[in-house]
């Protein structure tokens, strides 16, 4: 019964530190997203795939880079980290887009 | 950007009360959707809905979709404790790339002390 899972659940970057956030899902869903949450701001899409072996770019893909090497996973990659990515990230997976399953996120600071 | 508008940002409840929150957007949308977002754990789908005017329950939560296809209205009846977390609106574009969904800056709901 696990759903959507991420890890880290926490972490702390000095500036220009690389690090990956790891997302699996076990539901066999196609679609795949990462979302970041800030304050007041909603959730803002970062990067998507829409099936193994696809990424694109959403709303806020800058600094970030995306993989999907196997259906169940997306990774989430900070290839040099600024404070400006401090935020709370989501992956979200679904079978046809509007239903989405969160997972239950990753608290990153960069100091 | 960010292209849905949700008001109020913040809510106090006291148990037992009616409240509304509503989602404006500057864009139509075809599919409108309602997320609570309990603390410490990622948004959970409540009600979907697919047409304009439509009028859909989950239990105490009631929504709307606009008539014109521009905003939408939650309603929670008889509120209680549980109820506080924060509620997302999100539209849909049809078919919108990797059917990608905008999602509103949230209403952050609170008990009143």
């Known amino acids: 019964n696990a759903g959507v899972t991420q890890t880290p659940k926490f972490r702390v970057l000095k500036t220009g530190q690389s690090m990956t956030l790891l997302c699996a899902q076990d539901m066999n869903h196609e679609y795949m997203y990462w979302y970041r949450q800030d304050p007041g701001m909603g959730l803002r899409l970062i990067h998507y795939s829409v099936g193994e072996g696809t990424t694109a770019k959403g709303e806020v893909p800058d600094g970030y880079n995306v993989s999907r090497l196997k259906k169940q996973n997306f990774l989430l990659g900070l290839e040099s980290a600024a404070p400006s990515q401090t935020s709370v990230y989501f992956c979200a997976s679904s079978s046809r887009g509007e239903k989405l399953f969160f997972g239950s996120g990753t608290q990153l600071s960069v100091l | 950007g960010q292209q849905l508008n949700q008001s109020p940002q913040s809510m106090f409840i006291q148990e037992g009360e009616d409240v509304s929150m509503n989602c404006t957007s500057s864009?139509?949308?075809?599919?409108w959707l309602w997320y609570k977002q309990d603390p410490g754990e990622g948004p959970v789908l409540l009600i979907a809905?697919?047409?304009?005017?439509e009028l859909t329950s989950n239990g105490r939560l009631t929504a709307q979709f606009g008539t014109t296809r521009k905003d939408s209205f939650l309603n929670i009846s008889a509120s209680i404790p549980s109820d506080v977390g924060i509620y997302f609106c999100a539209g849909q574009l049809y078919k919108a790339a990797g059917n990608k969904l905008t999602f509103g800056g949230g209403t952050r709901v609170l008990v009143k002390p």
């Open positions: 809905l697919y047409k304009a005017g």
């Open positions: 864009s139509i949308f075809n599919t």
